[in-house]
């Protein structure tokens, strides 16, 4: 984990371009609870302090995944001066208001890694368009088994609000899969380690037999299945995870997991915290900025998604590095009027 | 010479009203931002908040009980008022009053089966949280209610005093005083701390100790729904997260509120403005330290070692309460 979060921001700072940004510009980025995935943003923010200028951008983590906490956490940060505010909805409704009050306040939102459903006074959110990412990890499970089996989804917080894109994504891909493939079992509310763990295992020890291939779309639930797989010497159960974890490219080394969609945590911290700082020294959003939709907003910002398996697992730093060089690069001319 | 001070400096609310202030005065010297505008505003909110669900622990911890549903009492109410407000399009005023109806029919059960079972409150609140919540997610699908009209959500994010107080926090101590009133100049008020302080003694003067008992839960839901449509009017949503899992985000602030303030575990005592100080230091004390940028994770352990502390404290005063001061 730290060693992929090194690399990446080391290309990155050899290979950008420096933005001298507005030193004044005071980022908060607070994610909806305690969860390895976000742990990259502190580093991203750090990074985009040293990187753009920054007068801060810091990584401030809620104690426990619960909407009152991250926004007590919130106010008391702009309290503390802090005047943007980067934020994983702890819910993608119930966060909208204090972000709305913020945003009256003057202080400029983001939601980074999953959005606030519309209406919202948030300028963007900027994350993995889980959906499509789920979709694509499902077809490439759906090809490694040939086109027929019995597969089953494991994810994560039904407060999530990527959880339920995640699961129709999948049951979009089965349904194009003409009939061969069904879904047996969806466990979702398991991205923590303890019903990750009992669930996961209660699963394989019931239906394992039965099941030809497991996708997963959030990260505790992936490191568990590939830890389930790689203990039972399982190489019949083809299976696509998500994310970075070391047990999961371990995995697919020593060929238990299939491959994963990689997801890019970095990049949304480092970039999300450039751009809050680009509109507080007065940038807007372009009236034809190429945003994409999905069910909760209609302006979001695709941070990039790969699959990785056994043959490029060993690069997929340099992946993820494309991805948010790419972003960053072409960044202010697609979407910003300065 | 002796000099004969206040009745008011010996008590307890006087030891907690210095505390709040000492805390504030040292958060404003030592923190940045504390005495700010945007802070004082989003620390009278959470306080409002904290005091109620104070307010609703105090008055089953008066039978010598626990409410743990109370989080669950406070999401399920909520949740029952979005689907009126949104679904069934019922004006906020009757919804208001049908949110009241249904936290207290939830605290109804929560009383009726302890007193009728003998079993106590905290194993009976400890599965009517599940309950509650269970059904509430089963009947709601985990769905918000967002479509709340802009005229009740528009009041969680009124200002008052030049925008340094939200009038939830008013609204609070005005609970507050009603049950002041209640406690201390009422008939059903007396006849409530008598069946707390000695159930066997009320029972043999007249008083029915169950339906007292029964009351002081049907007062906790109520008291807790008020919460439940204090916290959607911040949020500008009925979402089923508001209390955390189960509910179980609001009992440390719930149990801190109501020991700090006095109120004896053991029932038969309440101190209504010592619950109101012990909720706003509680928030005091968190704000402040997540201002000093205290990790939150720390956070929650001070709470707790206070919760703690406060407790054997409590223990060693119960040996010294005078029973015949029974309402401060």
Same mark, same amino acid.
């Given at each position: 984990?730290?060693?992929?979060?090194?690399?990446?921001?080391?290309?990155? #700072?050899? =290979?950008?371009?420096?933005?001298?940004?507005?030193?004044?510009?005071?980022?908060?980025?607070?994610?909806?609870?305690?969860?390895?995935?976000?742990? $990259?943003?502190?580093?991203?923010?750090?990074? $985009?302090?040293?990187?753009?200028?920054?007068?801060?951008?810091?990584?401030?983590?809620?104690?426990?995944?619960? #909407?009152?906490?991250?926004?007590?956490?919130?106010?008391? #940060?702009?309290?503390?001066?802090?005047?943007?505010?980067?934020?994983?909805?702890?819910?993608?409704?119930?966060?909208?208001?204090?972000?709305?009050?913020?945003?009256?306040?003057?202080?400029?939102?983001?939601?980074?890694?999953?959005?606030?459903?519309?209406?919202?006074?948030?300028?963007?959110?900027?994350?993995?368009?889980?959906?499509? =990412?789920?979709?694509?990890?499902?077809?490439?499970?759906?090809?490694?088994?040939?086109?027929?089996?019995?597969?089953?989804?494991?994810?994560?917080?039904?407060?999530?609000?990527?959880?339920?894109?995640?699961? +129709?994504?999948?049951?979009?891909?089965?349904?194009?899969?003409?009939?061969?493939?069904?879904?047996?079992?969806?466990?979702?509310?398991?991205?923590?380690?303890?019903?990750?763990?009992?669930?996961?295992?209660?699963?394989?020890?019931?239906?394992?037999?039965?099941?030809?291939?497991?996708?997963?779309?959030?990260?505790?639930?992936?490191?568990?299945?590939?830890?389930?797989?790689?203990?039972?010497?399982?190489?019949?159960?083809?299976?696509?995870?998500?994310?970075?974890?070391?047990?999961?490219? +371990?995995?697919?080394?020593?060929?238990?997991?299939?491959?994963?969609?990689?997801?890019?945590?970095?990049?949304?911290?480092?970039?999300?915290?450039?751009?809050?700082?680009?509109?507080?020294?007065?940038?807007?959003?372009? =009236?034809?900025?190429?945003?994409?939709?999905?069910?909760?907003?209609?302006?979001?910002?695709?941070?990039?998604?790969?699959?990785?398996?056994?043959?490029?697992?060993?690069?997929?730093?340099?992946?993820?590095?494309?991805?948010?060089?790419?972003?960053?690069?072409?960044?202010?001319?697609?979407?910003?009027?300065? | 010479?002796?000099?004969?001070?206040?009745?008011?400096?010996?008590?307890?609310?006087?030891?907690?009203?210095?505390?709040?202030?000492?805390?504030?005065?040292?958060?404003?010297?030592?923190?940045?931002? @504390?005495?700010?505008?945007?802070?004082?505003?989003?620390? !009278?909110?959470?306080?409002?908040?904290?005091?109620?669900?104070?307010?609703?622990?105090?008055?089953?911890?008066?039978?010598?009980?626990?409410?743990? *549903?109370?989080?669950?009492?406070?999401?399920?109410?909520?949740?029952?008022?979005? %689907?009126?407000?949104?679904?069934?399009?019922?004006?906020?005023?009757?919804?208001? @009053?049908?949110?009241?109806?249904?936290?207290? @029919?939830?605290? %109804?059960?929560?009383?009726?089966?302890?007193?009728?079972?003998?079993?106590?409150?905290?194993?009976?609140?400890?599965?009517?949280?599940?309950?509650?919540?269970?059904?509430?997610?089963?009947?709601?699908?985990?769905?918000?209610?967002?479509?709340?009209?802009?005229?009740?959500?528009?009041?969680?994010?009124?200002?008052?005093?030049?925008?340094?107080? !939200?009038?939830?926090?008013?609204?609070?101590?005005?609970?507050?005083?009603?049950?002041?009133?209640?406690?201390?100049?009422?008939?059903?008020?007396?006849?409530?701390?008598?069946?707390?302080?000695?159930?066997?003694?009320?029972?043999? *003067?007249?008083?029915?100790?169950?339906?007292?008992?029964?009351?002081?839960?049907?007062? !906790?839901?109520?008291?807790?729904?008020?919460?439940?449509?204090?916290?959607?009017?911040?949020?500008?949503?009925?979402?089923?997260?508001?209390?955390?899992?189960?509910?179980?985000? %609001?009992?440390?602030?719930?149990?801190?509120?109501?020991?700090?303030?006095?109120?004896?575990?053991?029932?038969?005592?309440?101190?209504?403005?010592?619950?109101?100080?012990?909720?706003?230091?509680?928030?005091?004390?968190?704000?402040?330290?997540?201002?000093?940028?205290?990790?939150? @994770? %720390?956070?929650?352990?001070?709470?707790?070692?206070?919760?703690?502390?406060?407790?054997?404290?409590?223990?060693?005063?119960?040996?010294?309460?005078?029973?015949?001061?029974?309402?401060?």
């Amino acid at each position: 984990m730290r060693i992929f979060i090194f690399l990446i921001s080391t290309l990155l #700072l050899f =290979s950008s371009n420096l933005y001298a940004g507005s030193s004044d510009t005071k980022v908060a980025l607070v994610p909806g609870g305690p969860h390895p995935y976000f742990a $990259a943003w502190e580093q991203a923010g750090l990074d $985009a302090v040293k990187d753009f200028g920054l007068g801060k951008a810091d990584y401030r983590v809620p104690a426990e995944w619960d #909407l009152s906490q991250q926004n007590e956490l919130i106010e008391s #940060l702009v309290g503390k001066g802090y005047n943007a505010v980067l934020v994983f909805p702890g819910d993608s409704v119930g966060t909208n208001k204090i972000l709305g009050e913020l945003e009256d306040a003057g202080i400029p939102t983001g939601a980074l890694a999953g959005c606030v459903e519309q209406p919202t006074k948030t300028r963007f959110c900027f994350g993995t368009d889980t959906g499509h =990412s789920a979709y694509l990890g499902t077809k490439e499970l759906i090809k490694a088994l040939g086109g027929k089996g019995k597969i089953a989804h494991f994810t994560g917080f039904l407060v999530d609000p990527n959880t339920t894109l995640r699961i +129709k994504a999948v049951e979009q891909a089965v349904a194009e899969a003409g009939g061969g493939v069904e879904i047996i079992q969806v466990i979702a509310d398991i991205d923590a380690y303890e019903p990750a763990d009992e669930k996961i295992n209660a699963f394989m020890a019931a239906q394992g037999s039965e099941v030809d291939g497991i996708v997963t779309t959030a990260w505790v639930p992936a490191v568990v299945s590939a830890q389930a797989l790689t203990n039972l010497g399982d190489k019949r159960i083809k299976m696509v995870g998500i994310d970075h974890d070391e047990v999961v490219l +371990k995995a697919i080394k020593d060929g238990f997991v299939h491959g994963t969609m990689l997801q890019n945590p970095y990049g949304q911290g480092y970039i999300g915290s450039y751009i809050m700082d680009k509109i507080r020294t007065g940038c807007s959003f372009k =009236s034809d900025a190429p945003w994409k939709s999905t069910s909760q907003t209609d302006q979001f910002i695709d941070s990039g998604t790969v699959f990785v398996d056994i043959t490029d697992v060993d690069t997929y730093v340099m992946a993820m590095r494309k991805i948010s060089l790419e972003i960053l690069e072409t960044f202010d001319s697609k979407y910003l009027d300065c | 010479m002796n000099i004969k001070l206040p009745k008011f400096l010996y008590t307890n609310q006087f030891g907690l009203l210095c505390l709040v202030i000492i805390f504030a005065l040292f958060f404003t010297f030592v923190t940045e931002g @504390f005495s700010s505008r945007f802070n004082l505003y989003a620390l !009278s909110r959470v306080a409002s908040i904290d005091i109620m669900i104070g307010l609703a622990m105090m008055v089953v911890i008066l039978t010598g009980g626990l409410n743990l *549903s109370l989080g669950a009492v406070g999401v399920s109410t909520a949740m029952f008022g979005g %689907w009126c407000m949104e679904s069934l399009s019922i004006p906020i005023i009757p919804s208001i @009053f049908l949110i009241l109806l249904a936290g207290s @029919f939830l605290g %109804w059960i929560n009383g009726y089966v302890t007193v009728k079972t003998g079993v106590h409150s905290f194993i009976v609140t400890l599965a009517t949280m599940s309950i509650y919540f269970g059904l509430m997610t089963v009947l709601t699908k985990a769905q918000s209610f967002k479509n709340l009209p802009d005229a009740f959500t528009d009041i969680g994010s009124m200002k008052i005093f030049y925008r340094y107080v !939200s009038p939830l926090l008013l609204f609070s101590f005005f609970i507050g005083c009603v049950l002041y009133y209640l406690f201390r100049f009422t008939d059903i008020g007396r006849k409530l701390i008598a069946a707390g302080a000695n159930p066997s003694a009320a029972e043999l *003067s007249g008083i029915s100790v169950n339906r007292m008992f029964i009351y002081c839960h049907m007062l !906790s839901g109520i008291l807790a729904a008020i919460a439940g449509i204090m916290v959607t009017m911040r949020i500008g949503a009925a979402i089923p997260s508001i209390a955390g899992h189960l509910g179980f985000d %609001w009992l440390l602030p719930a149990f801190l509120a109501t020991v700090l303030g006095g109120t004896l575990l053991s029932g038969g005592k309440v101190t209504v403005f010592g619950t109101i100080l012990g909720a706003l230091l509680v928030t005091l004390i968190t704000n402040g330290l997540l201002l000093l940028d205290v990790g939150i @994770f %720390w956070v929650r352990f001070f709470l707790g070692v206070i919760l703690l502390g406060t407790v054997l404290i409590d223990k060693a005063r119960a040996y010294f309460t005078e029973k015949n001061i029974v309402v401060s």
